[in-house]
């Protein structure tokens, strides 16, 4: 019983040809334009007018990505391999020395 009231929204949910969707309405044109976001292409020779918003979004964009690309890039390396490996030659440079290893 309740697989089947599960199979019978999946139906809906997805569309079905029995009736109208629940979930989306048909809309408003009669058959989609083709282009994309239903916009008309601009005769030959014209461009296309930016909006007001996209001006600010490109420039904070790429004002992001290189700011995220030098500053992780100068980030300091705080692994514990990298501490690890520093220590290890700073021993073997002291025991090539003659100095006792120091112990903490």
């Excluded at 569309?15 to 292409?41: C, D, I, M, V």
């Excluded at 007018?49 to 600010?56: A, M, V």
């Excluded at 690890?84 to 100095?99: D, I, M, N, P, Y």
Aim: aromatic residues 8%; glycine residues 8%.
């Amino acid at each position: 019983m309740l697989r089947q009231r599960l199979i019978q929204t999946l139906r809906t949910r997805g569309g079905s040809a029995t009736g109208p969707s629940r979930w989306a309405s048909p809309g408003h044109e009669e058959q989609p334009k083709g282009y994309l976001f239903n916009r008309t292409p601009l005769p030959p020779g014209q461009s296309r007018k930016w909006e007001d918003w996209e001006l600010p979004c490109y420039v904070t964009s790429f004002l992001t990505i290189v700011i995220l690309g030098v500053g992780l890039n100068a980030k300091p390396d705080l692994t514990i391999e990298t501490w690890a490996h520093q220590k290890a030659l700073e021993r073997l440079e002291s025991e090539q020395a003659g100095l006792p290893a120091e112990s903490e």
